[in-house]
């Protein structure tokens, strides 16, 4: 497997300082300053962000799941590509994104569009993709 580069240990240091204060505010139940400080570390990663290695993947994840905390659509549709393209999945076939899109979109009431993410998870995986904590979508899965 080809690992992308690591970024320098300079910038790490930087992008690091800005993720401890975002989860500082997390932990003071500021959600949403929580996510303006780690959208403030996204812009610290050299473009092209999808080329290194951790931070794109991690925090496209968490802006996705974060934002599906807080309602707000537009920033889970947003950050959705991002999570394909740090992930390197432009055909949608990597189980973590994909579960990840399908877990945001079921728990913001598309309900629709999680089905069929699920469903394509069921065809790419088979019922092993519904293990552990994703068993209870199963059921979606495999619905007519």
């Known amino acids: 497997m080809n690992r992308k580069p690591q970024l320098s240990d300079a910038i790490r240091t930087e992008i690091d300082a800005a993720l401890d204060r975002s989860g500082e505010a997390y932990r003071a139940g500021q959600l949403r300053r929580s996510l303006e400080i780690a959208e403030e570390a996204w812009g610290m990663i050299p473009a092209p962000a999808y080329d290194w ?6 925090l496209s994840a968490d802006f996705v799941r974060d934002f599906v905390e807080l309602g707000d659509v537009g920033e889970v549709e947003k950050w959705i590509p991002h999570l394909y393209a740090a992930y390197g999945d432009a055909e949608k076939t990597d189980h973590y994104t994909l579960m990840t899109e399908a877990e945001a979109r079921l728990q913001l009431g598309q309900r629709e569009p999680a089905i069929a993410l699920f469903k394509r ?22 619905a007519e």
Do not use: K, M, T
């Not at 290695?53 to 991690?58: H, I, R, V």
């Not at 998870?121 to 495999?142: D, K």
């Open 121 to 142: 998870i069921y065809n790419l995986f088979g019922p092993e993709g519904f293990c552990g904590e994703h068993r209870q979508y199963l059921a979606l899965a495999e």
């Open 53 to 58: 290695d951790y931070y794109a993947q991690s």
